[in-house]
Nanobody, 119 residues
């Protein structure tokens, strides 16, 4: 059974930084595209960033210039470094692994980690 486990969420002030980590057993992360989605209360889940198995990253407009997605295949871990955080970044952040065709399609999901940015 594939399990993705997120960590690193928490409470941070506006302008602060957090780094989320997504770990999994086996090669599920290293052999697939990986993404981070987030869902704020009352809003639809949105893709924040994704990274291909080859290391190419894509970002939502809201994340460009502030978030960095990276992967360490040796550790089977993918990171989302978030800087200059804003209250509107408050959400549950989900790691997922999947594939890319015309866009990124997540298949496996983690349970999520809460990020709260106070004003």
């Amino acid at each position: 059974q594939v399990q993705l486990v997120e960590s690193g969420g928490g409470l941070v002030q506006t302008g602060g930084s957090l780094t989320l980590a997504c770990a999994a057993s086996g090669s599920i992360l290293s052999s697939n595209d990986v993404g981070w989605h987030r869902q704020a209360p009352g809003k639809q889940r949105e893709l924040v960033a994704s990274i291909s198995s080859g290391g190419r990253a894509n970002y939502a407009d809201s994340a460009k210039g502030r978030f960095t997605i990276s992967r360490d295949n040796a550790k089977n871990t993918v990171y989302l470094q978030m800087e200059s955080l804003k209250p509107e970044d408050t959400a549950v952040y989900y790691c997922n692994a999947g594939y890319r065709r015309d866009r990124y399609y997540p298949v496996y999901w983690g349970q999520g980690t809460q990020v709260t940015v106070s004003s």
